[in-house]
């Protein structure tokens, strides 16, 4: 039996099976992926396409702290996101478009994305992401979980109604989520099996 099967205990996510081989756990390898979940969604954020008539453009930063999410699980998870926005907000300019601060109407999301990554971190310590069927569920969960607090936020700072906040910052982006859980769906029980992880 290889190291990754015998270390893909219930409970563990990728990160704990890829890096088990090489790297046994410890705190700064918990920091280093930290570190690193926050590098790959600020660089993320700069893929960003602006959408007419919305204050949010479509980015990759919400798969990234999705995958994120899936990877490290919902404490390093967690702290990755947090690292993200506290830096961003401290004036690291690597929010969408090389923005910076927490005074833009797209702020809400980052706090989505934050609670959205432990969301499916936790999931995934549940195997949520171990199947094509499983993933598409997470995904949709953090997706929501995203939405849910990034539209009320964007109506609250713009001063829309719910609908024009709906048509602006949640029905633009549906199909491009969609290609995300494609994606997502394809990639990462496959990262399972070759981790050596298959399903029953």
């Known amino acids: 039996m290889s190291t990754a099967v ?3 205990r219930p409970g563990a996510v990728l990160a704990d099976v890829l890096f088990a081989a090489t790297t046994p756990r410890s705190r700064v ?4 992926l930290i570190a690193g979940g926050a590098a790959l969604t600020g660089a993320a954020a700069q893929f960003a396409v602006p959408v007419p008539g919305s204050p949010v453009p479509v980015t990759g930063q919400t798969f990234a702290a ?5 990877s490290l699980g ?3 998870a967690f702290l990755s996101l947090l690292c ?6 401290a004036g690291m300019p690597w929010f969408a478009e090389g923005t910076a601060g927490y005074g833009m109407p797209s702020f809400g999301y980052i706090i989505g994305m934050l609670l959205a990554a432990t969301v499916v971190g936790a999931l995934a310590r549940r195997g949520g992401d171990r199947s094509a069927l499983r993933t598409a569920g997470t995904m949709a969960v953090g ?4 939405y849910a607090v990034g539209v009320p936020y964007l109506a609250l700072a713009t001063g829309m109604s719910a609908g024009a906040a709906v048509a602006a910052g949640l029905v633009p982006f549906l199909i491009g989520d969609a290609l995300k859980a494609a994606l997502a ?3 990462l029980p496959v990262a399972w099996k070759l981790a050596g992880r298959r399903e029953d």
């Open 143 to 146: 997706t929501a979980v995203i």
């Open 66 to 70: 999705l995958l994120i999410g899936v």
């Open 74 to 76: 919902p404490g390093r």
């Open 185 to 187: 769906m394809g990639a």
């Open 6 to 8: 015998a270390t893909a």
């Open 29 to 32: 390898r918990d920091v280093a």
């Open 84 to 89: 993200y926005a506290l830096a961003g907000m």
